[in-house]
């Protein structure tokens, strides 16, 4: 991992090439959301909560040392992973400074936590978090009491001087962002009264789903004429120890889906797909593509719809994905853009301001590795628009990733389509969401390896 504290990791460069066909089982790891949000819970909690399924990316185990450096208590046993929590409001001052790496769900969501405690924290990150904006949760905690200093335009590192006298609030979202939702919904956890966001456009709601489960009282309704919600937690609860089981990661799953529908005659199963209505907005959109994907086993999963996926490949077309779909698909922008490279027509998609805030500004990181692999493509303030060919893309290029995992794996799933074979700079972010993402789409015929 490249991190501010332990130095820079050595750049692995990867590359991709092309193969007729892809075929066979995988199983979709662990969901890297609901995994911060199962340890999160878990030491906010009194008792053992018991964690299966958890994602073992540096991501989720950066979330693990930090609440680890606040007093709970979170051991491996094999499969298993056991949190012994210290219950809301009862952490501890970290005696360090909390390296999150490159995991912004962990800046965001322990901020919250972090500033609803009596005491002065500092948290930094690796070279892509500590460009990420850091604003969106510190205008909202500020407003409800705790002080912090930041670099320039509020980056990080970040100092936070928490209080457990926290004054509840009202706050609409500026930006449509479950990380901000979720970091206002934690801090409300240590505050007396209610603690209402309201979001404009739905987004992930894994917390309020984990909320419930753990036993805080949380109201969530509809907002009037509009696609958004009004989510309120009640302060103080005494949250219990609850098991959780995190069901696989769809945007995880979609590099694979998507490299068995890039390859006709493919036939992939992608098992234990989470697919919680406000995530799984890809799969919705490769299916209006043309795609044949098959929702097989529907079933519930810690709470989560879930479903194994059957892919068979090729037939797709260009098409307009809404604007208003991207916060239920924010994360596969760059793998859907690989997707409409080698379907046959335009694809447009709109609304993706949001793109620029993600590990790397991720629209210029997809267009420039569209245009290193020569894909004709037209890229705005917040859109892009990408020329498929119907087939296979001329690929032969070099793709920077800028510390981004999905663009990585995005650009290498390419390469299994291309003409001529796709290099990423750097695969080593790959292992903050996705360990073992090469072994496992070899396991299906891909051809990726070091270059
Ligand atoms: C996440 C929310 C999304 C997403 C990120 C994980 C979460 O970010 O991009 O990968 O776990 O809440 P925003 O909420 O900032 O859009």
């Given at each position: 991992m490249e991190s501010a504290l332990s130095g820079s990791a050595v750049p692995v460069k990867l590359i991709a090439r092309q193969v007729p066909r892809l075929e066979g089982k995988v199983r979709a790891p662990g969901d890297k959301s609901v995994s911060h949000r199962a340890l999160m819970f878990g030491a906010l909690a009194l008792g053992e909560t018991v964690v299966s399924g958890?994602?073992?990316?540096e991501d989720v185990l950066c979330t693990a040392a930090a609440l680890r450096a606040m007093g709970a208590q979170i051991v491996q046993e094999g499969p298993i992973w056991r949190v012994r929590g210290f219950g809301v409001g009862g952490g501890r001052e970290p005696d360090g400074v909390l390296d999150l790496g490159n995991s912004g769900t962990s800046a965001r969501l322990l901020s919250g936590i972090l500033a609803s405690h009596p005491f002065t924290s500092f948290m930094t990150g690796d070279g892509s978090l500590r460009r990420r904006p850091m604003q969106r949760v510190i205008e909202p905690l500020s407003r409800m009491g705790a002080r912090f200093v930041s670099r320039e335009g509020g980056r990080m590192p970040l100092g936070i001087v928490g209080t457990d006298e926290m004054i509840p609030i009202e706050y609409t979202l500026p930006v449509a962002s479950a990380q901000v939702k979720s970091c206002i919904l934690l801090a409300g956890l240590n505050t007396a009264g209610e603690t209402t966001v309201i979001e404009p456009e739905a987004t992930r709601d894994h917390t309020e789903r984990m909320l419930r489960h753990f036993g805080a009282e949380v109201r969530v309704s509809d907002l009037e004429g509009r696609r958004g919600k009004r989510i309120t937690v009640v302060g103080w609860p005494e949250l219990k120890a609850r098991d959780v089981v995190v069901p696989g990661d769809p945007s995880s799953a979609a590099f694979a889906v998507v490299a068995a529908c890039i390859r006709p005659g493919s036939d992939v199963m992608v098992e234990n797909?989470?697919?919680n209505p406000l995530r799984a907005g890809l799969y919705t959109t490769l299916q209006e593509m043309g795609a044949n994907i098959v929702l097989e086993n529907q079933r519930e999963v810690g709470g989560e719809p879930v479903a194994d996926l059957r892919v068979r490949g090729g037939g797709l077309k260009g098409m307009t994905v809404p604007p208003e779909r991207a916060p239920t698909m924010i994360d596969e922008y760059p793998i859907l853009a690989v997707a409409a490279a080698c379907a046959e027509g335009t694809t447009h998609m709109l609304?993706?301001?949001?793109?620029?805030?993600?590990?790397?500004d991720r629209l210029s990181s997809v267009s420039a590795g569209l245009t290193a692999n020569g894909v004709k493509h037209e890229m705005g303030p917040d859109f892009l628009i990408v020329n498929g060919v119907?087939?296979?893309?001329?690929g032969g290029g070099l793709v920077v990733t800028h510390l981004d995992h999905r663009i990585a794996m995005s650009f290498l799933v390419l390469g299994l389509a291309t003409k001529e074979p796709v290099a990423v700079?750097?695969?080593?972010?790959?292992?903050?969401?996705?360990?073992g993402f090469a072994a496992l789409m070899n396991g299906l015929g891909a051809k990726i390896g070091p270059a």
């Open positions: 958890l994602l073992e990316g797909v989470g697919l609304g993706l301001a949001e793109l620029r805030a993600k590990e790397s119907g087939g296979s893309p001329p700079d750097d695969g080593s972010p790959i292992d903050t969401s996705f360990p």
